[in-house]
């Protein structure tokens, strides 16, 4: 074997030359030795640990993928959920507030009927999508 003229002597084997960036020939018995050392341990890995059969992974990540999926499904259920929760007591402060026996002054009509409005628009959505989540179309 000829030696690699740019290869500068202090480099290790394996290891790139830094001025021109050719490899240093790799040829020693310690090299042949670790080879052999991580040939012998992969061996007794490979048998004392078989990997899970490819049926399972793939079982496996087909449910993760459903979670996932299911997931991100109910994302809006639970906002709905959430919005109708708070339109529910905002409803019952305002029937407490209304019927209420004070002098406190009234709400605006045209605030009154957008509260109502914007009230029963969330509790429809609230009850359309617990109603298309318990009945999916098929």
């Given at each position: 074997?000829?030696?690699?003229?740019?290869?500068?002597?202090?480099?290790?084997?394996?290891?790139?030359?830094?001025?021109?960036?050719?490899?240093?020939?790799?040829?020693?018995?310690?090299?042949?030795?670790?080879?052999?050392?991580?040939?012998?341990?992969?061996?007794?890995?490979?048998?004392?640990?078989?990997?899970?059969?490819?049926?399972?992974?793939?079982?496996?990540?087909?449910?993760?993928?459903?979670?996932?999926?299911?997931?991100?499904?109910?994302?809006?259920?639970l906002i709905m959920q959430t919005l109708g929760f708070l339109s529910a007591i905002f409803a019952a402060a305002w029937?407490?507030?209304?019927?209420?026996?004070?002098?406190?002054?009234?709400?605006?009509?045209?605030?009154?009927?957008?509260?109502?409005?914007?009230?029963?628009?969330?509790?429809?959505?609230?009850?359309?999508?617990?109603?298309?989540?318990?009945?999916?179309?098929?």
């Amino acid at each position: 074997m000829t030696p690699n003229p740019t290869a500068n002597p202090t480099t290790k084997p394996g290891a790139p030359c830094p001025d021109s960036g050719t490899w240093v020939p790799t040829n020693s018995t310690d090299d042949h030795n670790l080879r052999q050392a991580f040939r012998a341990y992969a061996a007794t890995l490979a048998a004392h640990h078989t990997p899970p059969p490819a049926a399972a992974i793939l079982f496996r990540a087909e449910r993760r993928r459903r979670r996932a999926a299911i997931e991100r499904a109910e994302r809006p259920l639970l906002i709905m959920q959430t919005l109708g929760f708070l339109s529910a007591i905002f409803a019952a402060a305002w029937f407490g507030y209304r019927f209420a026996p004070h002098t406190l002054p009234t709400l605006n009509p045209t605030t009154l009927a957008a509260g109502i409005a914007c009230t029963t628009l969330v509790l429809a959505g609230c009850w359309a999508m617990l109603h298309l989540s318990r009945h999916p179309s098929t």
